[in-house]
T-cell receptor, first 113, second 113 residues
Framework: AQTVTQSQPEMSVQEAETVTLSCTYD???????LFWYKQPPSRQMILVIR??????QNATENRFSVNFQKAAKSFSLKISDSQLGDAAMYFC??????????FGKGTSLLVTP | DTGVSQDPRHKITKRGQNVTFRCDPI?????LYWYRQTLGQGPEFLTY????????KSRLLSDRFSAERPKGSFSTLEIQRTEQGDSAMYLC???????????FGPGTRLTVT
């Protein structure tokens, strides 16, 4: 079974600074997708960024970018120019089946003014 | 695109009672997913539908759980003879395709007393 590990239960960043959230995963598959989802307090989960394993280029979405290291099975999320609205729980997720997202336990991000 | 909706948002029930939750996916999405999220954990996959067909069920989905998606539109998740361990947030998501972005609803928070 695939496992997703987020080793940082909590992270803190100052507004306008950069923060990196870590994620590692375990799989024997060669083709899969990786995701970062954001879950603000009492609000629904939304997709931040998606990476296809067969693509070597790291995905970027505005202030959000990933560092995908396939051999190391590492998928970290970098948030640049952090904003107060970035405060949320961030979940790393693996999809090797095409239907079931396998989530990590999450990292709670606090953004301070 | 009105998003994924779930009803009710909160449900408190006594142990042993049956409960039913409803999920309305984004209208053009043919795939629908159910997840369960307990405190401090990431969501865990329960089951998914492609149109009206239930194609996969997790081992977490015990015999007391049943899900339906009549006519490939909305879906219901029923829990019979609820137990305290069933207390969790039940999330519904939908997507257009496999490995695509899953759009999540706000969830139904179940408390079993």
């Amino acid at each position: 079974a695939q496992t997703v590990t987020q080793s940082q239960p909590e992270m803190s960043v100052q507004e306008a600074e950069t923060v990196t959230l870590s994620c590692t995963y375990d799989t024997s598959e060669s083709d899969y997708y990786l995701f970062w989802y954001k879950q603000p307090p009492s609000r629904q989960m939304i997709l931040v960024i998606r990476q296809e394993a067969y693509k070597q280029q790291n995905a970027t979405e505005n202030r959000f970018s990933v560092n995908f290291q396939k051999a190391a099975k590492s998928f970290s999320l970098k948030i640049s120019d952090s904003q107060l609205g970035d405060a949320a729980m961030y979940f790393c997720a693996y999809d090797g089946s095409g239907y079931a997202l396998n989530f990590g336990k999450g990292t709670s991000l606090l953004v301070t003014p | 695109d009105t998003g994924v909706s779930q009803d009710p948002r909160h449900k408190i029930t006594k142990r042993g009672q049956n409960v039913t939750f409803r999920c309305d996916p984004i209208s053009e999405h043919n795939r629908l997913y159910w997840y369960r999220q307990t405190l401090g954990q990431g969501p865990e996959f329960l089951t998914y539908f492609q149109n009206e067909a239930q194609l996969e069920k997790s081992r977490l989905l015990s015999d007391r759980f049943s899900a339906e998606r009549p006519k490939g539109s909305f879906s219901t998740l029923e829990i019979q003879r609820t137990e305290q361990g069933d207390s969790a947030m039940y999330l519904c998501a939908s997507s257009r395709e496999s490995f695509g972005e899953q759009y999540f609803g706000p969830g139904t928070r179940l408390t079993v007393t």
